[in-house]
């Protein structure tokens, strides 16, 4: 089984800043795309930012130029820093990676369990 541990965050103020960690661990091979999503109060669930193995992220216009989103392939952690945090940012954000454990030739999509972000204006 993989878990992904989650890590960081709480409450901040408006144009403060917060950073989420996630780290995978189990029976890892591989892991692909690895992100964060949120969904807020009334809103669909929406991808935040997504990295891949090799480096390149993306991300919702919503965040662009303020998160930014890191990994180290070597630790099966990716980071989400969080800068000019607005209220609007508010929402259960939750990790999610793509991994290939060993034997299969599909990778498995795991979720971790969120965790709450407030911004207060």
């Known amino acids: 089984q993989v878990q992904l541990r989650e890590s960081g965050g709480g409450l901040a103020q408006a144009g403060g800043s917060l950073r989420l960690s996630c780290a995978a661990s189990?029976?890892?091979?591989?892991?692909?795309?690895m992100g964060w999503y949120r969904q807020a109060p009334g809103k669909q669930r929406e991808l935040v930012a997504v990295?891949?193995?090799?480096?390149?992220?993306t991300y919702t216009d919503s965040v662009k130029g303020r998160f930014t989103i890191s990994r180290e392939n070597a630790k099966n952690t990716v980071t989400l820093h969080m800068n000019s945090l607005e209220p609007e940012d508010t929402a259960v954000y939750h990790c999610?990676?793509?991994?290939?454990?060993?034997?299969?030739?599909?990778?498995?999509?795991?979720w971790g369990q969120g965790t709450q972000i407030t911004v207060s204006s």
């Open positions: 990295t891949t193995r090799g480096g390149k992220s």
């Open positions: 189990g029976t890892i091979f591989r892991i692909n795309d």
């Open positions: 999610k990676a793509e991994v290939l454990q060993s034997g299969s030739s599909r990778y498995l999509e795991v």
